[in-house]
């Protein structure tokens, strides 16, 4: 659907090269076939690879734009679906082909999941590459399982960052981004760290030290003939590529560390403010409750953000930029991840307070009151225990919601997380990271919907989440 609806003419509309290259029709040509090719729009043979292609059937064929070669090409497009083009100056040729809808999405499923293995490398200047998977201590990280013939050379690795034990076997391949990002795969522009590189004195495994900002743990393969002078001296053999280092937290690590702080404060607020309303039900705590609650969902989001915004910068001194102080300071977090709690909390107020109003008149209730319990003892140790059971399922559903819902806030206070991502890349027609981002979302969404079950099977030992329901 986001391929169909986003016009291939806005795909360049913001594309700096694109403009650059308008005096240069024979590039421009190459530029916007390979990046509608990257995209998935069309496949694409370029003049060299279609005379590459079809020389290994017709002998003599050259890439001349004469009447003969044009023929056989003409012929060889027929039969094989594709449409013959030339450039604009040189005349050279090259073929286009539409790849359906549906073809796409497949494509997109199918290579998905990209799973690393010893046959992974196909290196013809290295014949007689090891093919093995062994777990030992490597001179560089120390215990990991390290692979022969895998693209990544450590395959499970340990240290001291979250979650301690990290693989490079599965990978997700949701591909490449344009315009925006350009070149770059779009997991990494999700999930790699944002800012400046984080340089430092680094010991390589050649025994080489240097400053650099270089993450070994990233190491990948390298054809022996482009393997460079340098990376010759710094490592030992072909896995000589590596991701960079970082001073700040990619943009999923920021969005998520906002939003599950901002839940467990809407939820602290929460809470507490609808057992109060609930058991005082009708009194003055009620009635002030209710009037306030009514209040913040009646102010407008953007109304009510720019309003806590102005409190915390003028009254607290707290930045009201997120680039002001940037991800290494925890005041960036504070307005944000407050403003995205408070956005919250009104919802659950009234909807925990209804439940415990509900449970009230249960039998339970009634039976705790014959038997000489307090109001404050029926609502902390029955009804609340009771309401715990929706509060535990809808908690990682919320999280959810504060990651993908905090597009407005990040958007405000320029935080470079997930949430502003979207709309930017909506805005650059970037349609990889659209369908990556919405794909994300959609999947961690159903995800916590399981999650939210599973949590009030725990909770509550009377739930079975056996066959049938029962």
Known sequence: MIYTLVPRRNVFKDDINYGKLKGKPDELANYENTAFSKMGYIEYLSSKELIDTVSQDHEGLTGEPTAENKAILQEWADTNGWELHQLPISKAFYTTKDIPLPTRVFRFYANMIQIDHPWKVNDPSNP?????????????????????????????????????????????NLGVSYPTFAGQDVMKVITGGQGKTDSRELTFPTGVTAKSAANLYSRQYQATEKLSSQEKKLFNDNYAITDNIYQDPSMIGIS??????????????????????????????????????????????????????????????????????????????????????????????????????????????????????????????????????????????????????????????????????????????????????VFIFTTVAVTSVLLGDLTMAMVDPRINLAERGE
């Open 128 to 172: 007689d590459l090891e093919r093995s998977l062994r777990f030992e201590k490597d001179e560089t990280i120390g215990w990991a399982l390290v692979g022969s013939g895998t693209q990544f050379k450590y395959q499970v690795y340990f240290n001291k960052q979250f979650p301690y034990i990290h693989q490079n076997i599965v990978h997700l």
């Open 256 to 437: 998520f560390r906002m939003g599950v702080i901002a839940v467990l404060l809407a939820y602290g607020i929460g809470i507490p403010f609808a057992m109060l309303m609930a058991r005082y039900k009708g009194r003055f705590p009620d009635k002030l409750g209710i009037g306030l609650v009514t209040v913040l969902i009646s102010v407008p989001s953007l109304a009510f953000i720019y309003f806590f915004r102005f409190l915390g910068s003028n009254w607290f001194g707290l930045p009201d930029s997120f680039p002001t102080f940037g991800a290494g300071d925890i005041r960036s977090y504070v307005l944000p991840t407050v403003i995205l709690g408070l956005l919250s909390v009104s919802n659950i107020i009234i909807w925990i307070r209804r439940y415990m109003i509900d449970q009230q008149s249960a039998d339970y209730v009634k039976f705790a009151k014959a038997k000489g319990l307090n109001t404050r003892e029926i609502a902390r140790k029955h009804i609340f225990k009771n309401a715990a059971i929706p509060i535990a399922n809808q908690i990682p559903m919320s999280i959810i919601g504060a990651i993908t819902g905090a597009t407005i806030t990040e958007t405000v206070f320029a935080a470079p997380g997930m949430g502003k991502m979207l709309p930017d890349a909506i805005m650059a027609n970037n349609n990889p990271i659209v369908i990556a981002v």
